[in-house]
């Protein structure tokens, strides 16, 4: 079974960055589009930022240019380096396969505030 541990989460003031780790089993984040998502107090879960297979990304437009998805194929991780948080970024962050997800991780709490 496929499981996803994410970590690296914090409070952070505005303006402030942090990067966050998944690690997957299975060595699975070379075979499958993995992302990160992002819950919202009271909100959805959303989709900020993917990375194919081949290295490929793409990223909601609230996130462009200030979040980088990235992975570390011998590590068998997975990560998300994000800069000038705001507090609209606060959330629960998740990583797992998209578009079809396998069960969720318990996330890692990022929250920006001054």
């Known amino acids: 079974q496929v499981q996803f541990v994410e970590s690296g989460g914090g409070l952070v003031q505005p303006g402030g960055s942090l990067r966050l780790s998944c690690a997957a089993s299975?060595?699975?984040?070379?075979?499958?589009?993995t992302g990160w998502f992002r819950q919202a107090p009271g909100k959805e879960r959303e989709l900020v930022a993917i990375?194919?297979?081949?290295?490929?990304?793409n990223y909601t437009d609230s996130v462009k240019g200030r979040f980088t998805i990235s992975r570390d194929n011998a590590k068998n991780t997975l990560y998300l380096q994000m800069s000038g948080l705001n507090v609209e970024d606060t959330g629960v962050y998740f990583c797992?396969?998209?578009?079809?997800?396998?069960?969720w991780g318990q996330g890692t709490q990022v929250t920006v505030s001054s």
């Open positions: 797992n396969r998209s578009p079809f997800v396998y069960p």
């Open positions: 299975g060595g699975i984040l070379t075979r499958i589009t």
């Open positions: 990375i194919g297979r081949g290295g490929n990304t």
